[in-house]
C-alpha cells in the first residue's frame, strides 16, 4: 500500500509563509495526480492546488497568487507554498495522492492524515 505523509503546518500570522511537504511511500509504480485539501471547521473538504505528473497545476481562486503547488518525482513529494496567508486559510491540509501499486492494475486515491495550519490576524 501507500503512505501519505504531510508536514510543515503550524501558526503563524497574517501576511505570513509555510511550506507544507508532503511524502508518498510504498510499493508505488507511479502517481498521476497530487492534490493538497483543506478543512475548516463546520466546512467541506475542498479542493486547495493540484498538480499532474506532468506538472500542469490548477488552484482554488481563493488562493491563486498567494499558494504555488510543486512536485519532486524522484522524491515521491509534492509542496504547497503558501504566501500572504490569510486567517481564512486556518484548516487542516490534507494531501492526497493517485497513485498505482506493484499490487494493483490501476489507481487509487491515497490518503495523508493532515496538518494543521492556523492563521491568526
Known amino acids: 500500500q501507500v503512505k501519505v505523509v504531510e508536514s510543515g503546518g503550524g501558526l503563524v500570522q497574517a501576511g505570513g509563509s509555510l511550506r507544507l511537504s508532503c511524502a508518498a511511500s510504498?510499493?508505488?509504480?507511479?502517481?498521476?495526480?497530487m492534490n493538497w485539501y483543506r478543512q475548516a471547521p463546520g466546512k467541506q473538504r475542498e479542493l486547495v492546488a493540484a498538480?499532474?505528473?506532468?506538472?500542469?497545476?490548477n488552484y482554488a481562486d481563493s488562493v491563486k497568487g498567494r499558494f504555488t503547488i510543486s512536485r519532486d518525482n524522484a522524491k515521491n513529494t509534492v509542496y504547497l507554498q503558501m504566501n500572504s496567508l490569510k486567517p481564512e486559510d486556518t484548516a487542516v491540509y490534507y494531501c492526497?495522492?493517485?497513485?498505482?501499486?506493484?499490487?494493483?492494475?490501476?489507481?487509487?486515491?491515497?490518503w495523508g492524515q493532515g496538518t494543521q495550519v492556523t492563521v491568526s490576524s
Open positions: 492526497n495522492a493517485r497513485a498505482m501499486t506493484v499490487s494493483l492494475t490501476g489507481f487509487l486515491d491515497y
Open positions: 510504498g510499493s508505488i509504480v507511479s502517481i498521476n495526480t
Open positions: 498538480i499532474t505528473s506532468s506538472g500542469s497545476t
